[in-house]
């Protein structure tokens, strides 16, 4: 009996000890929250680059075309 008691006591410590772990650590929400910024990032620069890619190209070209009349 003393040793099914001892089972008994220990599976209830593991237990408590498992979901005092689970309800404190916080291992998961830095990285969710960190993957969010980076993704909102991303797409705020997408949305820059469209934008502004139009103009960004047609400056680029004209200025291969200057160069290469240059030659």
Known sequence: MDRLNDLLLA???RAEH???AFLSEERGDTNFISMLIIIA???FL??????M???????????????????
């Open 11 to 13: 599976g209830k410590i």
């Open 18 to 20: 498992g979901l005092d």
């Open 46 to 51: 997408g949305g820059l680059f469209k934008t």
């Open 41 to 43: 990032i991303a797409v």
């Open 53 to 71: 890619g139009q103009s960004i190209l047609t400056t680029v070209q004209n200025k291969v075309s200057q160069f290469v009349n240059g030659l």
